[in-house]
């Protein structure tokens, strides 16, 4: 059966988000999330600092999580030289996605990354790995270039820039099947905190194509053993031939764009090709030399394409943990001004997002947060300052008590930490 009824947080496929009423591009704009310029170019979208700001933290949450999952962090160089993708295949099955080579001299052709799997297959060779060190998990928030051509470009959801949320895990064999099953339950978790909305799962197979590399036998294996991690996590699919990488099947996360246009988001891919054809190896317990496999994962795919999907599951209105600015504060009269900018201090150093509103009448100011969907006003009138007090506002419409200062900061602190999804906990 499609769909993945059994998936907490998943619905059926034929029914749409309820929130997804307008399309990001959109509320994007509207929001200062996000916006372009042609003479930058089509499919070249740059990030407005209440959009940065947002996507930093997503960036930060990401890394933290990974690195408490046993991740290593990376960075490796955006541009490549022509014969390493020639040894990886993306030259030979993937060329037509990728931008033309910058010709340096007769014999140096330098590459924009399609793909970061070639990097750091080259860091997992760049030093000795003992059985001891698997699965050796390389993990990088990194850019990479994808030649698309103009007609499909759009907004964050298909962009020539990439930011992809990355890792390599390189594994024994016989810890693949584990290593999935735990790239599952990590996604999960990063989608529950993020507000993601699966639409299913879909097991990616080849076809008949001539743009498949590799051998059969190791096909069968790796596809089984997607497959395998998908039953044992209780985790529903639709099999979809012909959506392979070129070096492994795949399982795709997908999700429904506001055009009701389904995307994939994360993925979990097992390959044996590259690490054949960078020659990885590891000592096994007896010294003998092991081959990897790689398993390349992301778990919420690009930023892009992440920020596309948040905005419109949203509706614009983030979790509080995340949301560009996540307090407004207003001063009734000029006579609060001082106090209303020492919350906005007090903000800064308990971490939190806070911006202080001086122009336009009161309601003007509540009705400008309203509309940017600031999870939290702060009103601070002549009462409240004299009690050193603030009365917050909530983006849902509730009003609650006036309280001291200390005491609303830590009620959104501690909705910020638990990365919760309600204003109040
Ligand atoms: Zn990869």
């Known amino acids: 059966m499609p769909g993945a009824s059994r998936v907490p947080g998943a619905r059926p496929a034929s029914q749409k988000p309820e929130n997804t009423v307008d399309d990001h591009r959109k509320l994007g704009r509207e929001l200062d999330i996000f916006d372009s310029d042609p003479l930058i170019g089509a499919g070249l979208p740059f990030w407005l600092p209440e959009g940065a ?243 390349h994962r992301s778990l919420v795919g690009s930023m892009e394409r992440l920020f596309s999907h948040l905005i419109e599951v949203h509706g614009g209105a983030f979790p509080a943990w995340y949301a560009p600015v996540q307090l407004v504060v207003v001063p009734v009269g000029d006579d609060q001004a001082a106090d209303a900018a020492a919350l906005v201090r007090g903000c800064a150093a308990a971490d939190l997002r806070a911006e202080l509103l001086l122009d336009g009448s009161l309601g003007a100011r509540i009705r400008q947060a309203a509309e940017r969907k600031v999870p939290y006003v702060g009103v601070i009138g002549s009462k409240e300052a004299a009690a050193g007090e603030v009365a917050l506002r909530l983006r849902d419409g509730r009003q609650l008590d006036p309280m001291p200062a200390a005491e609303a900061l830590a009620l959104i602190g501690d909705v910020v930490a638990a990365r919760s999804h309600e204003l109040v906990r």
């Open 53 to 295: 700001a947002a996507r930093h933290e997503v960036e930060e949450y990401l890394r933290r999580l990974e690195r408490r999952a046993g991740y290593q962090h990376v960075n490796s160089p955006v541009l490549g030289k022509r014969e390493m993708y020639e040894r990886s295949g993306h030259l030979a099955h993937f060329a037509d996605d990728m931008f033309p080579p910058m010709r340096m001299s007769a014999d140096d052709e330098l590459m924009l990354r399609p793909s970061m799997c070639p990097h750091h297959a080259l860091i997992y060779a760049a030093r000795a790995r003992s059985y001891r060190d698997l699965p050796v998990r390389i993990a990088e928030l990194g850019p990479q270039y994808r030649a698309e051509r103009s007609g499909v470009l759009g907004g964050l959801s298909r962009v020539r820039s990439i930011w992809l949320n990355d890792s390599h895990n390189f594994c024994a064999l016989d810890q693949v099947g584990e290593e999935i099953a735990a790239i599952l339950a990590l996604m999960r978790e990063a989608h529950r905190a993020l507000g993601v909305v699966v639409d299913g799962f879909r097991v990616s197979l080849r076809d008949d194509s001539p743009k498949y590399a590799g051998y059969d036998a190791e096909w069968e294996r790796s596809g089984a053993l997607l497959v395998e991690a998908l039953d044992g996590a209780g985790i529903d699919y639709v099999a979809a031939p012909g959506e392979a990488a070129f070096y492994g099947p795949k399982i795709d996360v997908q999700v429904i764009d506001a055009g009701g246009r389904e995307l994939s988001l994360a993925t979990v891919q097992v390959d044996f090709h590259q690490p054949a054809q960078f020659d990885l190896r590891y000592a096994d317990a007896s010294g003998g030399r092991q081959r990897p496999v790689m398993v």
